[in-house]
């Protein structure tokens, strides 16, 4: 079936270029200039994935963003943010609000379309995997990138479930922070830290004492299932 994107981006010549790369790519695209036209497209259509420049005149990508996760009319919509080069702030910013992914500014077209691919993937077409790890209340499948609370799933963004599979791959033993942090866009570390942080406000019944993601001092991070 045909996937349905929507591209948020105030310059003209972006959106254009976007749209006839992505239709040629297979995807049906639909196009706003800001996000007022993007709150339109959302309240009439289901799309399949939002990709959403940060810096626009009037409401940015953040606002929309944070709306979008708060109160939209599709919450678990997908989001690939694109952001300024150099701007590590807006990529842990976007990671916060609930981003799936990121791609600073300019790009290459085949990158966006291998992260768009990927976080549909993840959305859509799990595989069947490795046994399902237990966390207390939650409960992990590698293979599938789920996490359950219950019975109940709890949406995990592309960021998220990529580092808790890392994290399950090498499960009680420490894996390094900048090992964790060469596998993301920012090499410092800290989408990391923001990711770890949102993924114990997921799994722990008290995520200021972790019990199964767990820091391990001077070394990382620590992935302790049951």
Not at 104 to 128: D, N, S, V, Y
Not at 190 to 211: F, G, H, M, N
Request: proline share 6%.
């Amino acid at each position: 079936m045909e996937r349905h994107l929507l591209v948020v981006d105030d310059d003209d010549r972006i959106r254009a270029l976007l749209k006839e790369y992505l239709a040629r790519s297979g995807f049906r695209v639909t196009t706003a200039a800001d996000a007022a036209g993007a709150r339109r497209q959302l309240a009439a259509i289901d799309f399949d994935l939002l990709i959403l420049d940060v810096m626009m005149p009037g409401e940015d990508g953040f606002s929309l963003m944070r709306w979008l996760r708060a109160e939209g009319p599709s919450r678990a919509t997908p989001v690939l943010m694109l952001t300024a080069r150099d701007a590590t702030g807006d990529r842990i910013e976007g990671l916060s609000l609930g981003a799936d992914d990121y791609l600073p500014k300019p790009f290459e077209p085949q990158e966006l379309l291998l992260r768009i691919e990927a976080i549909l993937r993840r959305a859509g077409a799990p595989a069947a995997g490795a046994r399902r790890l237990s966390l207390g209340r939650c409960s992990f499948d590698p293979g599938r990138g789920e996490l359950l609370r219950g019975d109940e799933p709890v949406r995990l963004t592309e960021a998220e479930a990529r580092l808790l599979r890392r994290l399950a791959s090498n499960a009680h033993a420490p894996v390094d922070r900048m090992d964790l942090a060469r596998e993301t866009a920012d090499a410092s570390g800290r989408a990391v830290d923001v990711q770890v942080t949102r993924l114990r406000r997921k799994i722990e019944a008290d995520p200021k004492a972790p019990r199964y993601l767990q820091t391990v001092r001077g070394v990382g991070y620590m992935l302790a299932p049951d």
